[in-house]
């Protein structure tokens, strides 16, 4: 027999794992390349490869590779081969040409026409007939593939790709391919798994490509054997008796692997997929082999007499369930389920976001990438036991306050908690007394004072007391059920301190901010409560937002602006919920002009104002600031203001905003911006909150500038002084 120039592909990511493939076929000479796997070997290997690959799309052999320069170079290229050798000139052929970083030809649809036409005119010209076009089940298929200038010519031994095993009903459509969820199986152990008659289970099974994938693979059934056509049945050279001596011996490897098939079953809450998988499991005849029934994930649990093996499946991705919450969700209860019923067991999972695996609370070992169609994938794996345990970070509000709450369940409240309560009580006494003196109702009793409790409390009084606290996100290296406990500890003993009932008691996360979280909605609730600043009425929420709409380290900035607005003209930039405009007009500014970007906020200061009886000019502007500013600034007549506060965010990537804003970046333009509608005399309070700012002093030289930040921050924030930074500016001499 010849020897033959053979090529398998596969799809991205999959190489290594079709190398070892054949390599366990007994093939030889094996060479691994991006776009597959090269090897050599006569028919019988060739036939060999299509018949058991479970991995590979297609199978091609490999005719010439010659140089295309031209587009002429590429039809004489073809027309070199003597197509009798492989085609009745009455046969039928199809052509599949694709072409990479190609100088000539781009155009895969041209590039097969002239293919076509090579072969066309050879035929006619030596029998003065011509072979026919059939792009369904041809004779013969040739595959051109032309990379930058060479390009290689091949006939698709094996037709179709070989993902298409032949159970699959065409109407069905699976959410990954047949070779795809072989290279699953055999990544996640699971031919070793089956010799040692461990089960295979599938929770979200689906249509059943993960479980008749398993049953051929533990019964040593050939992937190809189902299938009725290949690209070499209609070859010229076909060796019909080889082929059909390796289908014989197929056929009784599979026999004698049917007697010895562990336990494979999948569940699904779909009735209509489970019918789907009735379907093919019958097309693959392997009824009564895997046993598939109705069952939420929830519900998912081995029987007593199945062995512990493996688990895996392919849950829905956020792309593909399309909420991300309910995917979250989703991935939680498997994760429970996981770790409840199948402790002793290996499971194995393919997800797009790898952040889903996490909701599992099960650690994995190094993911491996695959690629399901264009979408990339990592297929993570576990062994399910205790050790590798653990809370994942809480994602939502709802999240955080089920973690806690579970802990109060389980009597996890950290013991150390006495602590906490003891610095609480200490704080109180202080600045309760400092509160009551400075007429202040609303101010922050704890931030952070012992590491271990790691939450700012702060205290809003009015007809009633609220506490909202803010936990600050642990690092990495804090077990995440201690957290809990310590967690739950605080909120046990918030309300015993404070002599207040736990529904009075407010929960947010704080992490690093990463645009504007703090600015988006967390909640609908609606429910907002007075409170009063300097003679002000400010409505706050808390529990719809991740601030309350009240930053009290700007409590002094605020009371200053009041001080310093009568008879003036007041501008509020990033003005938030507008507090510092109602304090502007309670001192007697002229007029005040309040602009945000978010018409939310924008309400809300709104109703901060109404809710004062304020009366006079008025303005609210809902507006990019930047672009704001930047356009006043250019106005031949600008607005002038006698007073302006710039208290913008450190970061923010808003999809209403052209560009992405740095404060550090963007301060010096945004600066020189709102001086220019700065009156004569007039004074700008610029503050951030961006703990590593450094104000630009030199491209600000023209401006009178004063560090003011240690006048603004307050005494309830006097151990955290770098929670904000503050600066008064003015126009030069």
């Not at 595959?143 to 006939?155: D, I, K, P």
């Not at 990544?187 to 070793?192: A, M």
Request: glycine residues 6%; proline residues 4%.
């Amino acid at each position: 027999m010849p020897i033959y120039q053979l090529f398998a592909t596969t799809p991205k990511a999959m190489e290594t794992i079709l190398a070892e493939e054949l390599q366990a076929l007994g093939i030889k000479h094996i060479k691994q390349t991006l776009a597959g796997v090269a090897f050599e070997g006569d028919l019988e290997t060739a036939y060999r490869a299509c018949l058991w690959s479970r991995t590979a799309n297609r199978i091609l052999l490999v005719l010439s590779s010659f140089e295309v320069k031209t587009q002429d170079d590429l039809y004489y290229g073809v027309k070199r081969i003597n197509w009798f050798e492989h085609l009745q000139p009455e046969g039928s052929f199809a052509v599949s040409f694709s072409a990479q970083n190609s100088p000539v030809i781009n155009n895969t649809h041209f590039g097969a026409l002239k293919v076509k036409d090579a072969i066309v005119d050879q035929m006619r010209a030596k029998f003065q007939k011509r072979p026919n076009i059939n792009t369904e089940q041809p004779d013969i298929r040739v595959n051109v593939y032309l990379h930058g200038t060479t390009a290689q010519l091949s006939l698709d031994l094996s037709g179709e790709s070989l993902h298409r095993r032949g159970y699959r009903d065409i109407n069905i459509k699976a959410p990954i391919k047949e070779n795809l969820a072989a290279a699953m199986l055999l990544r996640s152990g699971w031919p070793e798994i089956a010799k040692q008659q461990g089960s295979l289970i599938d929770p979200m099974c689906g249509s059943g490509t993960l479980l008749l994938e398993g049953a051929m693979i533990a019964a040593d059934y050939a992937p190809g054997l189902l299938r009725d056509y290949f690209g070499f049945i209609g070859w010229k050279k076909h060796d019909a008796e080889c082929w059909q001596k390796l289908r014989t011996e197929a056929e009784q490897r599979k026999a004698a692997g049917l007697e010895k098939l562990p336990v494979i079953v999948g569940f699904d809450q779909n009735r209509h997929t489970i019918n789907a998988a009735l379907t093919h499991i019958d097309n693959a005849g392997l009824q009564h082999k895997i046993h598939v029934e109705r069952r939420d994930i929830g519900d998912a649990q081995p029987a007593e007499s199945w062995k512990p093996g493996l688990v895996i499946c392919n849950p829905p991705y956020g792309e593909r369930l399309g909420d991300e919450q309910e995917t979250a969700e989703l991935y939680k209860r498997f994760g429970d389920t996981l770790k409840t019923r199948f402790t002793g067991w290996k499971a194995a999972m393919i997800i797009s976001n790898p952040e889903l695996g996490f909701r599992l609370g099960i650690r994995s070992q190094k993911p491996i990438t695959l690629f399901n169609g264009a979408l990339e994938c990592k297929l993570l794996r576990f062994t399910i036991e205790e050790s590798a345990f653990f809370t994942p970070k809480a994602k939502t509000q709802d999240e955080r306050l089920d973690q806690i709450t579970e802990a109060s369940k389980k009597q996890s409240i950290d013991a150390g908690a006495d602590m906490f309560a003891n610095r609480l009580k200490k704080n109180l006494k202080k600045l309760s007394k400092w509160a009551k003196q400075n007429k202040i109702s609303c101010y922050r009793v704890y931030d952070a004072d012992l590491p271990e409790y790691a939450v700012a409390v702060d205290i809003y009084q009015s007809e009633q007391t609220w506490v909202n606290v803010q936990e600050y996100e642990p690092p990495k290296s804090i077990d995440q059920h201690k957290a809990d406990q310590r967690l739950a500890g605080v909120l046990a003993e918030i309300p015993r301190v404070l002599q207040i009932s736990p529904d009075q008691v407010f929960l947010k996360i704080r992490r690093k901010q990463k645009s504007t979280d703090q600015y988006e909605k967390h909640g609908d609730s609606g429910v907002f409560h007075i409170v009063e600043e300097g003679g002000c009425k400010l409505l706050v929420n808390f529990e719809d937002y991740l601030d309350t709409g009240l930053f009290l380290d700007h409590r002094p900035i605020r009371l200053m602006i009041q001080q310093q607005a009568k008879g003036k003209r007041f501008l509020n930039l990033f003005a938030y919920t507008g507090s510092a405009t109602v304090h502007a007009a309670r001192g007697g500014a002229r007029s005040t002009t309040t602009v945000d970007m978010s018409n939310t906020y924008l309400n809300w200061a709104q109703k901060n104002m109404q809710l004062n009886n304020m009366q006079g000019e008025h303005e609210f502007i809902q507006a990019d600031c930047l672009d704001w500013l930047a356009t006043e600034a250019k106005q031949p007549y600008s607005r002038q203001y006698d007073l302006i506060f710039l208290d913008p965010p450190t970061f923010s990537n808003s999809k209403r905003m052209d560009d992405v804003f740095d404060v550090q970046t963007d301060h010096v333009s945004m600066i020189k911006n709102a001086v220019s509608l700065l009156a004569p005399g007039g004074v700008l309070y610029f503050s951030t909150n961006f703990r590593r700012f450094k104000l630009d002093s030199s491209a600000l030289s023209g401006l009178v500038i004063d560090d003011i930040t240690a006048d603004t921050i307050p005494e309830d924030f006097a151990r955290n002084p770098k929670i904000h930074y503050c600066w008064r500016i003015r126009h030069g001499a």
